[in-house]
């Protein structure tokens, strides 16, 4: 039970290149989610998935696209890195099945955008 | 390694002490609050979660405590160890809501 993984664990893009960024886990979870996080800014919501099938924009949606590919899959796509976008950014997944929601998070890809 | 966290508050501890983190939320509707562990390099990992129904559980070596009244929650790990230096953060949930993320405190311990 390997629980949510990610791909890659790390990356470099020079501006304006493209790059998708992989999430799947193993606990036949309802819902994923991606985040960025920043220094000192904690974890902003950046696409969820509530449920296959379904994505919604989260705080910091602008510049990213993402696919809900089946139940376990959830990727995140930059169409044209920009350097603001430089962060870590972590995929979670989590039940979703009543108020009482832990979130399980993947181990991150570290992104540089020169 | 990371650079995340590098403005966080920092709580230093000798090992062996306990070691008190405390988190205020903003949310006074908040109803379920989680706790994370991140080490460097690594994601976010679940501690202990509590529901506003409770002022206080315990897992293994570490209480959470609730205080709706002021908004305040406290993580105590006890007889703290080399393997608990990490950044703690809290988390918070109104209903069917998002999770809300605070930005974290880092622990220090030193053998």
């Known amino acids: 039970n390997a629980g949510v993984t990610q791909t890659p664990k790390f990356q470099v893009l020079k501006t304006g290149q493209s790059m998708t960024l992989q999430c799947a886990q193993d606990m036949n979870h309802n819902s994923m989610y991606w985040y960025r996080q920043d220094p000192g800014m904690g974890l902003r919501l950046i696409y969820y998935?509530?449920?296959?099938?379904?994505?919604d924009k989260g705080e910091v949606p602008n510049g990213y696209n993402v696919s809900r590919l089946n139940k376990r899959e959830f990727s995140l796509r930059l169409e044209s890195a920009a350097p603001s976008q430089t962060s870590v950014y972590f995929c979670?997944?989590?039940?979703?099945?009543?108020?009482?929601?832990?979130?399980?998070f993947g181990p991150g890809t570290r992104l540089t955008v020169l | 390694g990371e650079n995340v966290g590098l403005h966080l508050p920092t709580l230093s501890v000798q090992e062996g002490d306990n070691s008190i983190i405390n988190c205020a939320y903003s949310?006074?509707?908040?109803?379920?609050f989680i706790w994370y562990k991140q080490e460097s390099g690594k994601g976010p990992q679940f501690i202990i979660d509590?529901?506003?129904?409770?002022d206080k559980r315990q897992g293994q070596r570490v209480t959470v405590l609730l205080n709706k009244t002021v908004k305040h929650l406290s993580l105590q790990i006890a007889a703290t160890q080399p393997g608990d230096s990490a950044v703690y953060f809290c988390a918070e949930k109104a209903g069917f809501q998002k999770l809300v993320f605070g930005t974290g405190t880092r622990l220090l311990v030193s053998p």
């Open positions: 979670a997944s989590s039940a979703n099945t009543g108020t009482s929601d832990t979130q399980y």
């Open positions: 949310n006074s509707a908040s109803d379920y």
């Open positions: 998935s509530a449920s296959e099938g379904t994505t």
């Open positions: 509590i529901r506003s129904n409770m």
